[in-house]
T-cell receptor
Framework: AQSVTQLDSQVPVFEEAPVELRCNYSSSVSVYLFWYVQYPNQGLQLLLK??????LVKGINGFEAEFNKSQTSFHLRKPSVHISDTAEYFCAVSPILTGGGNKLTFGTGTQLKVEL | NAGVTQTPKFRILKIGQSMTLQCTQD?????MYWYRQDPGMGLKLIYYSVGAGITDKGEVPNGYNVSRSTTEDFPLRLELAAPSQTSVYFCASSREAGLRETQYFGPGTRLLVL
């Protein structure tokens, strides 16, 4: 089984400041890693994903995340946030399986609030 | 191209009532999913389907039923609503198996059981 921990339930930050949202996971097998964003009253949108290759993954809206296998982490970063980045961010993992299977395990989410 | 659509957006049920949450996708995706999101919690998988006529249980299936008669539709049925089913329900779809395929989410249905 997999589990995902997002230690920060809320992260306030001023506009144009950098931000890091933390994600740690636990799994006995190799996993794919994801970050989703949920704007108010909307469904989840994929920000970025790590499947293989370079451990630094770039996503939409200027976000990036780095996979650290030894620390089992996949922290999300943005060098300069905008007011429109205010949203809830979810980290998720899925075991790498052959023959099918597509089950995501989500963290509890981090509410990013960007202030002027 | 509407993507994944869900109806209704919001519903209040009394304990013991039943209802069906509708989910439709127009992307010809084989895989469809139902999640619930409780306050302060991550999404939990209720049921999923790998194609028309094939469904399987997720992490929290108790109290729910699903069917998949067409590729486009994946309704979620609550037979005897309970307060513990108060949640936000999200439907999602993906083209194929394996997480190389992105899951696309609908806007959600907010359900309150009183």
């Amino acid at each position: 089984a997999q589990s995902v921990t997002q230690l920060d339930s809320q992260v306030p930050v001023f506009e144009e400041a950098p931000v890091e949202l933390r994600c740690n996971y636990s799994s006995s097998v190799s996993v794919y890693l994801f970050w989703y964003v949920q704007y108010p009253n909307q469904g989840l949108q994929l920000l970025l994903k790590y499947l293989s290759g370079s451990t630094l993954v770039k996503g939409i809206n200027g976000f990036e995340a780095e996979f650290n296998k030894s620390q089992t982490s996949f922290h999300l970063r943005k060098p300069s946030v905008h007011i429109s980045d205010t949203a809830e961010y979810f980290c998720a993992v899925s075991p790498i399986l052959t023959g099918g299977g597509n089950k995501l395990t989500f963290g509890t989410g981090t509410q990013l609030k960007v202030e002027l | 191209n509407a993507g994944v659509t869900q109806t209704p957006k919001f519903r209040i049920l009394k304990i013991g009532q039943s209802m069906t949450l509708q989910c439709t996708q127009d992307m010809n995706h084989n895989y469809m999913y139902w999640y619930r999101q409780d306050p302060g919690m991550g999404l939990k998988l209720i049921y999923y389907s790998v194609g028309a006529g094939i469904t399987d249980k997720g992490e929290v299936p108790n109290g729910y039923n699903v069917s998949r008669s067409t590729t486009e539709d994946f309704p979620l049925r609550l037979e005897l609503a309970a307060p513990s089913q108060t949640s936000v329900y999200f439907c999602a779809s993906s083209r194929e198996a394996g997480l190389r395929e992105t899951q696309y989410f609908g806007p959600g249905t907010r359900l309150l059981v009183l």
